[in-house]
């Protein structure tokens, strides 16, 4: 069974940062795609950034400059720092990893970006 659990969430003030962390397990051959979506009230679920098993990172428009996606792959485990975080940034975060044959999520994680 492929379990990925997120860590890191929480409130921020606005130009804070935060960093996330997304472990996942249960999988030998590892993700081919890890990443981040996220999900505000109201809202749909929204790409954040995404990282290739060699390298090659995506990002929303929305986050660029400010957010960095990084993965350890031999650790399964795909982060995110969060640099000048937003109001807007508020939202519910998923982690995201595909396999070849399947994509994967986790429970998700608060990031409240507020005064």
């Known amino acids: 069974q492929v379990q990925l659990v997120e860590s890191g969430g929480g409130l921020v003030q606005p130009g804070g940062s935060l960093r996330l962390s997304c472990a996942a397990s249960?999988?030998?051959?590892?993700?081919?795609?890890m990443g981040w979506y996220r999900q505000a009230p109201g809202q749909q679920r929204e790409l954040v950034a995404t990282?290739?098993?060699?390298?090659?990172?995506n990002y929303a428009d929305s986050v660029k400059g400010r957010f960095t996606v990084s993965r350890n792959n031999a650790k399964n485990t795909v982060y995110l720092q969060m640099n000048s975080l937003k109001p807007e940034d508020t939202a519910v975060y998923y982690c995201?990893?595909?396999?070849?044959?399947?994509?994967?999520w986790g429970q998700g994680t608060q990031v409240t970006v507020s005064s």
């Open positions: 995201y990893a595909a396999a070849l044959w399947r994509s994967y």
């Open positions: 249960g999988i030998s051959s590892g993700f081919n795609v």
């Open positions: 990282i290739t098993s060699g390298g090659t990172t």
